[in-house]
C-alpha cells in the first residue's frame, strides 16, 4: 500500500516506511535513478520479479514516450539481483540487491531481495511519475551531487 503525502523521498515497503533517514534510501534512490536513467539495461533475478519488471516497463513506456529500449528480464535461480547497464559493447553491472559485497563501483543494496526490489520498484515509480529524468541533461543538476559508493558503505560500517 502506498501513501501518497506528496513527499517523493517516502518509499513505502512492506510491513515498514523507508523514508529519507532510512540507512538505504540513498542507495535505492540512486540505484532507482541508475534503472530509469539508463535506456539500455537488463535485470538477471528470479522469475517471480518478472510481472514487477513488466510493470517497470510500462511505467518507463507511459512517462518516458519518446524511449525505444527498456528493461530486459534475464531469469535465474540465485537469491540475489544483478542490474546491467548494456550501453557499451560489454555489459556492465550498476545493481546488486543481496548480502554478498559487490565491487564498489556497484550499487548495493543490502537486503533480502524481496524487500530490496520492491524498495527499487517503489523508487523508480515515484521518480518516473515526478518526471525523472526529465530531459537530457538534467541529471548533472542533481541537487544531491554526485553518487561516491565508497563513502556511502564507510559511512554505513561507522554507524
Same mark, same amino acid.
Given at each position: 500500500?502506498?501513501? !501518497? ?5 517516502? =518509499?513505502? +515497503?512492506?510491513?515498514?516506511? #523507508?523514508? #529519507?533517514?532510512?540507512? =538505504? ?10 534503472? $530509469? ?15 514487477? @519488471? ?13 524511449? @525505444?529500449?527498456? *528493461? +530486459? ?11 546491467? %547497464? !548494456? ?5 556492465? *553491472? ?9 565491487? @564498489? ?5 543490502? #537486503? ?14 515515484? =521518480? ?7 530531459? $537530457?541533461?538534467? %541529471? ?13 558503505? $564507510?559511512?554505513?560500517? !561507522?554507524?
Amino acid at each position: 500500500m502506498t501513501v !501518497n503525502n506528496g513527499i517523493i523521498q517516502d =518509499l513505502p +515497503l512492506i510491513g515498514l516506511i #523507508m523514508q #529519507m533517514n532510512h540507512p =538505504l534510501w540513498p542507495v535505492v534512490r540512486e540505484s532507482a535513478r541508475r534503472v $530509469v536513467r539508463i535506456q539500455k539495461i537488463s535485470i538477471t533475478a528470479p522469475e517471480i520479479f518478472s510481472s514487477s @519488471i513488466v510493470y517497470l516497463t510500462d511505467l518507463i513506456r507511459d512517462n518516458i514516450p519518446q524511449r @525505444i529500449t527498456f *528493461p +530486459l528480464h534475464q531469469s535465474h535461480a540465485n537469491d540475489e539481483v544483478w542490474i546491467y %547497464d !548494456n550501453t557499451d559493447t560489454i555489459s556492465k *553491472p550498476i545493481v546488486y540487491i543481496g548480502d554478498s559485497e559487490p565491487p @564498489i563501483e556497484i550499487c548495493w543494496i543490502e #537486503m533480502p531481495i524481496e524487500l530490496g526490489f520492491s524498495a527499487l520498484m517503489e523508487s523508480c515509480e515515484q =521518480l518516473l511519475n515526478a518526471g525523472y529524468p526529465g530531459c $537530457v541533461g538534467c %541529471d548533472e543538476s542533481i541537487p544531491e551531487g554526485r553518487w561516491d559508493e565508497g563513502k556511502f558503505r $564507510v559511512g554505513r560500517k !561507522n554507524n
